[in-house]
Nanobody, 122 residues
Framework: QVQLVESGGGLVQAGGSLRLSCVAS????????MGWYRQAPGKQRETVAR??????TYYESEKERFAISRDNAKKTVYLQMNNLKPEDSAVYFC?????????????????WGQGIQVTVCS
């Protein structure tokens, strides 16, 4: 069972920057995918960015302002957010996926952090 703990959120003024961190623990398995999602009040949860263990990245939006990175030795994923806007305000969730050792022989496990608040003020 994987536990994900986010940190680095808080209150920031528009145009500022934040770096979110998420540390995974509880498994010796390779974490194949780690990423970030966000959900604003009254809105659906949306994908921000994901990164594979091999460093392949997927950006759904905001790729000009946000950057995802990983430190596999520390089992940590980061989200650098620059030029923040009020519409970026949301609860940000860390995500992890662990695939079966043999492809096609099992179901991938998915895990979520508790979420961390990011509030951007004008």
């Amino acid at each position: 069972q994987v536990q994900l703990v986010e940190s680095g959120g808080g209150l920031v003024q528009a145009g500022g920057s934040l770096r979110l961190s998420c540390v995974a623990s509880g498994t010796s398995r390779v974490i194949d995918v780690m990423g970030w999602y966000r959900q604003a009040p009254g809105k659906q949860r949306e994908t921000v960015a994901r990164m594979t263990d091999g460093g392949v990245t997927y950006y759904e939006s905001e790729k000009e302002r946000f950057a995802i990175s990983r430190d596999n030795a520390k089992k940590t994923v980061y989200l650098q957010m620059n030029n923040l806007k009020p519409e970026d305000s949301a609860v940000y969730f860390c995500y992890a996926q662990v695939k079966p050792r043999l492809v096609g022989t099992g179901t991938a496990e998915e895990y979520w952090g508790q979420g961390i608040q990011v509030t951007v003020c004008s």
